[in-house]
């Protein structure tokens, strides 16, 4: 059974940083593009961030050079550097692995195999 967990969130003041994790069970994550969402209250998911088996990345307009993805394949984990935290951060955050199609359509299509439960990220003073 294909399954993600999320951990690492929680409350931070604008300016601070968290690393999320993501520890994957089922599956190996060595051949498979991984990726992060979110979604705020009253909004959309989003795309974040995607990051290939061969180590091409993409990223978010509005997290570009303020996050960073990364993945461990022999711990099966998935990692979200956030640093400078803005308000607008605040959100449920996802992690996906097993990306179904092309690469460049990883934020369009979303099309992965296993999502995480999500979890919270709030952004506040």
């Known amino acids: 059974q294909l399954q993600l967990v999320e951990s690492g969130g929680g409350s931070v003041q604008p300016g601070g940083s968290l690393r999320l994790s993501c520890e994957a069970s089922?599956?190996?994550?060595?051949?498979?593009?991984i990726g992060w969402f979110r979604q705020a209250p009253g909004k959309e998911r989003e795309g974040v961030s995607c990051l290939s088996s061969t180590g091409s990345t993409t990223y978010a307009d509005s997290v570009k050079g303020r996050f960073t993805i990364s993945r461990d394949n022999a711990k099966k984990m998935i990692y979200l550097e956030m640093n400078n935290l803005k308000s607008e951060d605040t959100a449920i955050y996802y992690c996906a692995a097993g990306l179904r199609g092309v690469f460049r359509r990883c934020f369009i299509d979303a099309d992965f195999l296993s999502w995480g439960q999500g979890i919270q990220v709030t952004v506040s003073s």
């Open positions: 089922g599956f190996t994550l060595d051949t498979y593009a």
